[in-house]
């Protein structure tokens, strides 16, 4: 396990346009801190605008899954933990 090092998680629904743009916007107010690790689940209409943004702007470590199973958000987010290997975690939401 890394120290002091950060793995991002999220599992985002991007099921509109505003969705997609605070995505965005959220992104670049934390993007270049000391990020180790990204392991993201993207749901939605507007996942693949979301996901090639992402791959875009995220150069290190970053892992994108479409989870979206009948099992629901919570048992999709227990899938992503495998994924992550560091001391610290941030939820982005």
């Not at 629901?72 to 001391?87: A, C, F, M, R, Y």
């Amino acid at each position: 396990m890394e120290n002091n090092k950060i793995t991002i998680f999220a599992n985002f629904c991007i099921d509109s346009e505003e969705r997609c743009l605070r995505m965005i916007d959220s992104l670049k107010s934390f993007k270049n801190a000391n990020i180790l690790s990204w392991c993201l689940n993207i749901r939605g209409k507007y996942k693949e605008r979301a996901k090639k943004y992402l791959e875009e702007h995220i150069f290190n470590n970053l892992k994108i899954f479409n989870y979206e199973s009948e099992n629901g958000w919570i048992e999709d987010s227990k899938n992503l933990v495998q994924h992550i290997d560091t001391e610290y975690l941030l939820i982005w939401v």
